[in-house]
């Protein structure tokens, strides 16, 4: 190394070094005062003991617990539903030929609905509305009707990711795919389909993160999830805390999620780059 | 006389009222290479897709070793297996390795087993010069090396005719000439080959046939000598002239 090259590196640790001090100032100063102006207004004492009771918070954890367990087991079925009826969805709305215009069109229908409609009233209609039929066979249990509800609308959102995905592979692709002989059907499984997943994993990822916090709603039908938890907790100790502790435990679910859809968004954008 | 392995009838195709191809007639013999020349726009590219059935056409026939493949009650699917096409972008599976991109038609279209269209996938690749990159994806090969495989994935299943389009247009000057030297030995070795490509002398070396198109017709076709060194049509002249110019 020349003595330039050592002075200019010398020269970048020192700025870099100096970078990360003044953005440690920075957040502090800007902390500081956030926490001044929030803990001296007038009405702060009192928000403090209804909202932030650690006494309240931590008798209430675990019962918060058990119910974010559920969200949990409700999150995980529901996500791997959306994704093969999404993807299932995308596939049928692709279907060329005139014998296929009523799937077609039924696929376009379903969609449209159910990405227009919104997800509490979704819920509503499902979770009451489906048992009111007395059907036989038809579950009653809030927890199946209120994932039934979820799937039902996040299927639709999920089912367009998948057809963007499916429209940005080139069309060269697909001529490269018919040039060697591939028919319609293996040119989507085995070249348009692996493309585009591969590209809308980090979209697919948010809409995850979406259906997280979302699964949160099923307790407007009366399953004991953290929400409801929090809500029976505010009920018996007439604190808010526990909502806010359901709250953070929602926000520590969804952080490792978000960080992983920025992952997989930075490994797709290196990918094109690389290209 | 045998039938050719291509025969082009009267072969039209318009894009909303404008004719891109005007009455195409080309033969293309067992063995042969047959060289489309002419500016960008003349029509070159159009005629191979519609060869391949990539494109509709509007009129004509196209008759693949005396068959009607133009027909639309035929399988367009079913007759594409009878042909390899090399595009310009190369158009490599960016999700698939060298290995797999050439052993796939083998695979799903022809019924070979895993093995015995991975075996001879290496052997197309090492036949490129590519073997040691068999394991590579498309974005870490080379411009060359990608057209490369691009060639071997169409060689792959012995198709009866090539349709080489324009493939050395996308890449380096100093990446042409390890295209363009595979190309020559394909045609050495007796490949029917229909190309497009702007390469003269590459053209003026190994072209049976050399056919000059403009505005979607076939002004003048003859043997490369006689087209390239004696045109006798004054469009075929001015469209060389640009080329001797660039070379002066």
Same mark, same amino acid.
């Given at each position: 190394m020349t003595t330039g090259t050592i002075d200019r590196v010398a020269y970048r640790r020192s700025r870099a070094r100096r970078s990360t001090l003044t953005a440690l100032l920075s957040t502090v100063v800007f902390a500081a005062v956030l926490l001044f102006v929030v803990t001296s207004s007038p009405g702060w004492s009192r928000v403090q003991d209804s909202f932030f009771n650690l006494r309240i918070g931590w008798d209430s954890l675990p019962a918060l617990l058990e119910g974010l367990w559920l969200n949990i087991r409700v999150l995980v079925v529901c996500e791997l539903l959306v994704l093969i009826f999404g993807l299932g969805i995308a596939a049928l709305r692709s279907l060329r030929g005139p014998v296929w215009f009523p799937v077609r069109a039924l696929a376009i229908g379903y969609v449209d609905l159910f990405r227009g409609l919104p997800l509490l009233i979704c819920l509503y209609l499902v979770g009451f509305g489906l048992p009111g039929l007395r059907l036989s066979g038809i579950p009653t249990n809030p927890v199946l009707l209120g994932g039934l509800a979820l799937v039902l609308i996040y299927t639709a959102y999920v089912a367009e990711v998948f057809r963007a995905g499916i429209e940005s592979v080139h069309p060269s692709q697909l001529a490269a795919a018919k040039s060697i002989g591939l028919n319609y059907r293996r040119t989507m499984q085995l070249v348009v389909l692996p493309q585009a997943t591969r590209r809308v994993t980090p979209a697919l990822l948010n809409d995850f993160v979406a259906l997280q916090k979302d699964c949160g709603l099923i307790s407007v039908l009366g399953a004991v999830d953290a929400v409801r938890a929090a809500q029976i907790q505010a009920a018996t100790t007439y604190n808010f805390t526990p909502y806010v502790v359901a709250g953070l435990l929602f926000i520590a679910l969804a952080v490792p999620s978000a960080r992983l859809a920025d992952w997989a968004a930075g490994r797709v954008a290196t990918r094109q780059g690389a290209v | 006389m045998t039938t050719p392995v291509l025969s082009v009838r009267g072969l039209v195709k318009a894009y909303h009222d404008r004719a891109v191809l005007d009455g195409i007639d080309l033969d293309v013999d067992e063995h042969q290479v047959v060289v489309l020349i002419g500016a960008s726009g003349s029509g070159k590219s159009t005629l191979l897709r519609c060869i391949d059935l990539l494109e509709d056409i509007d009129d004509g026939q196209i008759l693949l070793d005396g068959r009607?493949?133009?027909?639309?009650?035929?399988d367009a699917d079913a007759a594409r297996q009878a042909m390899g096409m090399v595009f310009q972008s190369f158009? =490599?599976?960016?999700?698939?390795?060298a290995l797999a991109n050439v052993a796939l038609a083998p695979r799903v279209v022809h019924g070979s087993t895993r093995k015995d269209a991975q075996d001879r996938g290496r052997e197309l690749l090492s036949r490129v010069g590519l073997a040691e990159k068999a394991?590579?994806?498309?974005?870490? =090969?080379s411009g060359g090396q990608q057209q490369r495989v691009a060639i071997a994935r169409a060689l792959a299943y012995e198709p009866r005719l090539l349709l080489l389009d324009e493939?050395?247009?996308? =890449?380096d000057p100093e990446l042409v000439g390890e295209v363009l030297a595979l190309v020559g030995e394909l045609a050495a070795n007796g490949r029917t080959i229909l190309m497009a490509t702007h390469e003269m002398a590459f053209a003026r070396e190994v072209a049976d046939t050399v056919c000059f198109l403009d505005n979607g017709r076939i002004v003048e076709s003859g043997s490369a000598s006689q087209v390239l060194t004696e045109p006798q049509h004054d469009r075929t002249r001015q469209f060389l002239q640009r080329f001797t110019d660039r070379l002066a």
């Open positions: - | 009607d493949i133009s027909d639309p009650r035929i158009n =490599l599976f960016p999700h698939m390795t394991d590579a994806y498309p974005d870490k =090969l493939i050395t247009s996308a =890449l």
